[in-house]
């Protein structure tokens, strides 16, 4: 598969208020895992001096630790907005209790939509059971992504879904997020990791807060029937578009490159497509059989969520009329592919 450079965070300094620029400044939470790296870096914008205007960047996982560690990060700011990229347990539930006590809106594009899940039921289906465990764990030693293709891994497993978010403020695509005198913050609408992805832009120092739609240090992933690989696709490209300085993900390092990295993403995942593309053409017609091959050189215990990934990709190659599915309940996990 096509190299993508990753990047990685040495120290997560978790607790500490980190000056990254003079805008930003992050606070990880203590919640590292295999989906969410060394932890949640949640984003303070604004200047550091007594009493400026402030906007916080997905608050992060609901922690004793992380809500002190936030309030010692704020001072004596004050809060204007909170703003939440997207609705994954490790980024949003502490927007509510923050912006009660600042007194500030929450800020998003909407909430995570309910949608039936054809393979919630499958016994297939990645579940806690099926978590690979620490010794899989993409950590600092094994170096970033070293699990070959880390798309899809755990789509299922870790980011559970905080269906409770709902933002005061809505916002869409362009649409000013939050402005205070030192700075503005302008959504960038960016679904396919999930529908009601945002990103957003600090035009004072040309740089894009990317939430879970780009990290330095893996793949993202794109789970259906939320998640959408075309739309990825797309927002992948509008990023690429733009002319950002810097990438601030919510989990690990900063990306001081952007476009070689636009460019590896977008490689990396029109491979993958063509790869799965192939194998229905050679005859695969089911996604476990289309992961063995696709996916030999990766842990067979990443096999099943790597089936998310397929699965994902089929998605698009239907809509693309390259593929078809047989039957009447559309594509899932176990359906049988052929093509067109
Ligand atoms: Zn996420």
């Known amino acids: 598969m096509t190299g993508i450079p990753f990047v990685t965070l040495a120290d997560p300094q978790y607790g500490q208020v980190v000056q990254l620029s003079p805008l930003v400044q992050r606070v990880v939470a203590e919640n590292p895992s295999k989906f969410t790296y060394h ?11 007594a009493g ?5 960047i997905d608050p992060g996982p609901a922690l004793d630790a992380h809500r002190t560690a936030l309030l010692a990060a704020i001072g004596n700011r004050r ?17 509510p209790w923050l912006a009660d006590r600042a007194g500030a809106p929450t800020v998003g594009f ?7 899940d054809p393979d919630s039921d499958d016994d297939d289906d990645p579940g806690p059971d099926d978590d690979p465990g620490p010794d899989d764990d993409p950590g600092p030693d094994d170096g970033p992504g070293t699990d070959g293709d880390g798309e899809g891994a755990g789509a299922a497993i870790e980011e559970s879904t905080d269906y409770d978010f709902d933002p ?13 005198g030192a700075f503005t913050l302008r959504a960038v609408h960016t679904p396919g990791h999930t529908s009601n992805h945002m990103c957003y832009a600090l035009e004072q120092e040309r740089s894009l807060f990317t939430g879970d739609h780009i990290m330095g240090w893996s793949t993202t992933v794109i789970g259906p029937p939320d998640g959408d690989m075309r739309a990825y696709f797309e927002s992948l490209r509008k990023v690429q578009a733009r002319a950002d ?40 017609t089911s996604i476990a059989a289309m992961v063995e091959v696709l996916y030999a050189d990766v842990r067979m215990e990443l096999h ?28 899932t996990l176990k359906a049988i592919y052929r093509a067109v």
């Open 39 to 49: 932890g949640t870096g949640t984003y303070l914008v604004g200047r550091s001096d």
């Open 52 to 56: 400026a205007d402030i906007a916080v």
């Open 79 to 95: 809060v204007i907005a909170v703003l939440v990229t997207h609705c994954h347990a490790d980024h949003s539930p502490l927007a």
């Open 110 to 116: 909407g909430r995570h939509p309910r949608l039936d």
């Open 168 to 180: 005061l403020v809505r916002v869409t695509d362009g649409d000013v997020a939050a402005v205070a």
């Open 245 to 284: 300085e810097v990438l601030w993900p919510t989990h690990g390092a900063p990306v001081g490159h952007p476009r070689p990295f636009l460019e590896a993403f977008l490689a990396h995942r029109l491979q993958r497509e063509a790869q799965v593309l192939a194998a229905v053409r050679s005859g695969q």
């Open 304 to 331: 099943k969520p790597a089936g998310r990934s397929v699965l994902a990709h089929l998605v698009k190659l239907i809509d693309d009329g390259l593929v078809a599915v047989d039957g009447d309940v559309g594509p």
